[in-house]
């Protein structure tokens, strides 16, 4: 037998509080109801005591005549007045009864009918309201708890031989009058009653009353155990073993064993119509997975034959893309070499300018200009050819970033002069020189300042700065920036300008020559080196490009 946890002992948890709590409701109820029964009970018997003896006093006062005549038919004096009687009464009903009764007053003659504190307390409160016609309450006499009851008495005519005026003179037995007059508070009957009897009574019945709680207690938990197992645990184990039984594969798990007409039964029948689904389903699951796998396979293979036919095209395509590299590197490099004679003899012809007539010297210029963009292109294609061809590698040399720009000053200064732009160089005293491929490096410079003469129309500016930065953490860089004031580039095209033969404007309305290599070759040799190059620029304003390179070049 599982407890811990269990259903079982939490119903029986719960039905034994419920119980308790129920039962000690109705106990202290009980209590109650003992207490305001056994008071009422006492007071009316306080209240007969009180009455008799009020009775025998008035009996007494109205025979006092008869009570004190002498055989000569004279007045003898007894000691047989009511005060008398009443407390010689009193002293033999509280002799065998348990119960007293005395008689009381604030003052008193007889110091046995001295008044306690509770008597005393009462009896201010019975002269203060005459409306008051008896009190009650508990109280404690030598450690026992007592019932106190207490009814007024008033002087009446008969009283006043003994306690009317004149003031100090002797009554009869001899004591001083007090002066009273018919109809004034006189005193108290006070009955004392025991409460030890009720107090046992009311003992056994809380005694009694927790056994039957405690009996209730146990009834209720057995009969709640029996219940439970009988009606939902059992059942419920079933059912967990038939699911259980699911879990672990057999689908043909039937309770059968609930034999019950209630919910639990209905359970069962819903539990069996699942698993014969759930059993139907699998079997058609199989069928269906088996189906689905041939497919699967077939798929698969399928896949894998033309995964290899793939693979076999991606060899091709690259074999004939390194084919397609080799034969630009070998063509363009052809192409240099007549290409630089043409520039070389333009030049030659050119320097000897007073023999030429006006329009030879133009063409000579115009035969210039274009060699040498024709020879970029061809350096560029050249260039990107090696690249993508695997064969570019770094020489490293030591390189004067001033003594480079001076360098390129002799292609670029007739462009400058041309387009009248102002052309301004900045660089920072401490540029160090830096470590890189010379050749590459003038590329780079070559490619972004020709954009820029190119793309910055008459009457423009171009700036080229270099610093050097040297922060703390980072190997020293040298920062170059070729900014220019020309036509500028909107925000969707920075995007793929140094993308291989992205150009802004369209084959048709090309307006600017070129090839759109210049930047996608600037950004390969700028990484080759470990740099990194970007471009801020706005439409109309002009564009900034900036490339970084490490003064030590990556590889060097
Ligand atoms: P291209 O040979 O056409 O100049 P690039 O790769 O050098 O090829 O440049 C790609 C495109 O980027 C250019 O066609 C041009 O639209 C834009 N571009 C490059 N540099 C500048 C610049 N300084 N100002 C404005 N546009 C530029």
């Known amino acids: 037998m599982r407890f811990k946890n269990s259903l079982t002992i939490k119903f029986m948890i719960g039905i034994a509080i419920i119980t308790i709590v129920l039962m000690t409701v109705n106990l202290l109820w009980n209590i109650r109801q003992y207490n305001f029964q056994a008071e009422s009970e006492m007071k009316e018997k306080a209240e007969v005591i009180a009455q008799q003896l009020i009775a025998t006093r008035s009996f007494i006062a109205l025979k006092q005549d008869l009570i004190n005549a002498n055989y000569d038919g004279g007045y003898e004096f007894k000691h047989l007045n009511p005060a008398a009687v009443g407390k010689g009464i009193g002293e033999i009903f509280n002799g065998y009864s348990g119960y007293k009764f005395k008689q009381t007053r604030p003052i008193v003659r007889d110091p046995y009918n001295a008044p306690d504190n509770f008597e005393r307390e009462a009896m201010k409160q019975l002269a203060a309201d005459k409306n008051l016609k008896e009190l009650w309450g508990y109280d404690e006499i030598d450690g026992n708890r007592v019932f106190r009851y207490l009814?007024?008495?008033?002087?009446?005519e008969s009283c006043?031989?003994?306690?009317?005026?004149?003031?100090?003179?002797?009554?009869?037995?001899?004591?001083?009058?007090?002066?009273?007059?018919?109809?004034?508070?006189?005193?108290?009957?006070?009955?004392?009653?025991?409460?030890?009897?009720?107090?046992?009574?009311?003992?056994?019945?809380?005694?009694?009353?927790?056994?039957?709680?405690?009996?209730?207690?146990?009834?209720s938990i057995g009969l709640t155990y029996l219940m439970m197992e009988h009606i939902i645990i059992m059942p419920i184990r079933e059912l967990t073993g038939k699911v259980a039984e699911l879990g672990r594969g057999n689908?043909?798990?039937?309770?059968?064993?609930?034999?019950?007409?209630?919910e639990m039964r209905s359970l069962a029948e819903e539990f069996n119509t699942m698993a014969s689904k759930l059993n139907e389903l699998y079997n058609g699951l199989e069928?269906?997975?088996?189906?689905?796998?041939?497919?699967?396979?077939?798929?698969?293979q399928r896949l894998l034959e033309q995964g290899s036919k793939l693979q076999a095209m991606n060899a091709k395509l690259t074999?004939?893309?390194?084919l397609k590299s080799e034969f630009l590197a070998v063509m363009s490099h052809e192409l240099r070499t007549p290409l630089t004679a043409i520039i070389a003899f333009a030049e030659i012809l050119l320097a000897e300018g007073e023999t030429l007539s006006s329009l030879q010297q133009e063409y000579l210029q115009d035969i210039f200009e274009s060699g040498h963009?024709?020879?970029?292109?061809?350096?560029?294609?050249?260039?990107?050819?090696?690249?993508?061809?695997?064969?570019?590698?770094?020489?490293?040399?030591?390189?004067?970033?001033?003594?480079?720009?001076?360098?390129?000053?002799?292609?670029?200064?007739?462009?400058?002069?041309?387009?009248?732009?102002?052309f301004i160089v900045d660089i920072s005293a401490d540029i160090p020189h830096i470590i890189a491929d010379r050749e590459k490096v003038i590329h780079i410079f070559r490619n972004l300042i020709s954009n820029a003469i190119k793309f910055t129309s008459n009457g423009g500016k171009i700036t080229i700065s270099a610093a050097l930065m040297n922060d703390q953490d980072k190997v020293p860089e040298v920062v170059v920036k070729i900014q220019d004031t020309g036509i500028g580039i909107n925000q969707e095209d920075q995007k793929y300008i140094f993308d291989k033969f992205r150009q802004v404007d369209?084959?048709?309305?090309?307006?600017?020559?070129?090839?759109?290599?210049?930047?996608?070759?600037?950004?390969?040799?700028?990484?080759?080196?470990?740099?990194?190059?970007?471009?801020?620029?706005?439409v109309g304003r002009g564009s900034t490009?900036?490339?970084?390179?490490?003064?030590?070049?990556?590889?060097?």
């Not at 070759?521 to 620029?537: D, K, P, T, Y």
């Not at 490009?545 to 060097?556: E, N």
Request: proline share 3%.
């Open 151 to 156: 009814v007024p008495l008033y002087y009446d």
């Open 160 to 219: 006043l031989s003994c306690h009317g005026k004149p003031v100090g003179l002797n009554d009869i037995s001899g004591y001083a009058k007090e002066g009273f007059s018919s109809g004034e508070f006189a005193g108290s009957i006070s009955v004392v009653f025991p409460m030890a009897r009720f107090e046992a009574a009311q003992r056994t019945n809380i005694s009694s009353q927790v056994i039957f709680i405690l009996f209730m207690v146990f009834v």
């Open 251 to 262: 689908l043909a798990a039937q309770l059968t064993e609930i034999q019950t007409y209630d």
């Open 287 to 300: 069928e269906k997975v088996t189906e689905r796998t041939a497919l699967l396979s077939d798929a698969n």
């Open 319 to 322: 074999e004939t893309d390194r």
């Open 373 to 422: 963009q024709l020879l970029s292109q061809i350096n560029d294609i050249l260039n990107m050819s090696k690249i993508e061809a695997g064969l570019a590698k770094i020489n490293c040399n030591q390189i004067d970033i001033k003594e480079v720009l001076n360098h390129l000053m002799h292609s670029i200064s007739p462009l400058v002069s041309k387009n009248r732009l102002t």
């Open 506 to 538: 369209s084959a048709e309305a090309r307006e600017y020559p070129g090839s759109g290599l210049g930047l996608a070759l600037a950004r390969n040799l700028v990484e080759m080196h470990g740099g990194r190059i970007w471009v801020e620029s706005e």
């Open 545 to 556: 490009f900036t490339f970084v390179l490490p003064v030590i070049a990556k590889g060097c």
